[in-house]
Structures are given as structure tokens and as C-alpha cells.
């Protein structure tokens, strides 16, 4: 049996505010484990970047799953920017401890995230680029 995962559109904020709460958690988590050579320190802080990137993982997942059943281009590109936005916040907050925690996945995490930001831009171009061809398109 195959269970699919859908979120409304309109509902991206069901996803976003546990995403941003992984993200916040990322400083917390560096000031209580603050010393990446200590094994302890180190594994505290790889499971919350793990978290983050699990979670972009999946809200990426999902979302491509729920625009594929959609025609409204509005609701789509909005799912997409806010998934670029959670990206962007994750990468700040990567950048921000990537030198310290360099031993820890933070490097790996902050280069798989930019890879899907990248991704998630150009969808957002394509999408951008469909709704001005149907507006010219209507004006004819």
C-alpha cells in the first residue's frame, strides 16, 4: 500500500512553522554543545542539522507531490516561494556556524539545502514564465 502526504496549498504555514523551529534550534543547540571537538558536542549538533535537513527534504517532497494535483499557478508559486524562504533561513543560519561546526555535516547540509534552493528557483522562474505566457495569451 502507497500512502501519499498532502497539505493544502493555502495551509503552507502547517509545514513552515515546525521547519523554522528546527532552524531557530540550530543556534540553540550550538551555544548548549558549543565545542565540535568534543564527540558529544559534535553529535548534539549533527542531529539538529540532520532535523533541518530532513525536514527541507520533506516539505520539498511533499510539495512537488500536492503542485502536481494543482492548476491555480498562484497557490503553486506561493507553495514554492515559501519553501525558497525556509531554504534561505536554513542557509543563513548554516552559514552563520558551518566554520565552527565544519566537522559536524553542517558543510555537506548547507551545500544540499543551496542545492535545492537552486531547484526550488528555477521552478519558481518556470512558473513565473507559464502565468505570462497565459496572460499574454488572454490578451489576445
Not at 497539505?7 to 543556534?27: G, K, M, N, T, W
Not at 559534535?42 to 520539498?60: K, L, P
Amino acid at each position: 500500500m502507497n500512502a501519499t502526504i498532502d497539505f493544502p496549498l493555502e495551509q503552507d504555514s502547517i509545514c513552515e512553522a515546525p521547519a523554522d523551529y528546527a532552524i531557530s534550534r540550530l543556534h540553540v543547540v550550538a551555544k548548549e554543545h558549543p565545542n565540535p571537538l568534543k564527540s558529544e558536542d559534535c553529535v548534539a549538533f549533527s542531529r539538529q542539522v540532520c532535523t533541518v535537513e530532513g525536514i527541507i527534504e520533506a516539505i520539498f517532497a511533499v510539495t512537488i507531490s500536492t503542485v502536481r494535483k494543482s492548476n491555480d499557478l498562484d497557490k503553486i508559486l506561493k507553495a514554492w516561494e515559501m519553501l525558497n524562504g525556509l531554504c534561505h533561513r536554513a542557509l543563513v543560519a548554516l552559514s552563520s556556524l558551518k566554520d565552527q561546526f565544519s566537522g559536524c555535516g553542517t558543510p555537506e547540509t548547507h551545500d544540499r539545502i543551496l542545492d535545492l534552493k537552486s531547484e526550488v528557483l528555477a521552478k519558481i522562474e518556470r512558473i513565473e514564465e507559464e502565468r505570462e505566457c497565459l496572460q499574454t495569451l488572454s490578451l489576445r
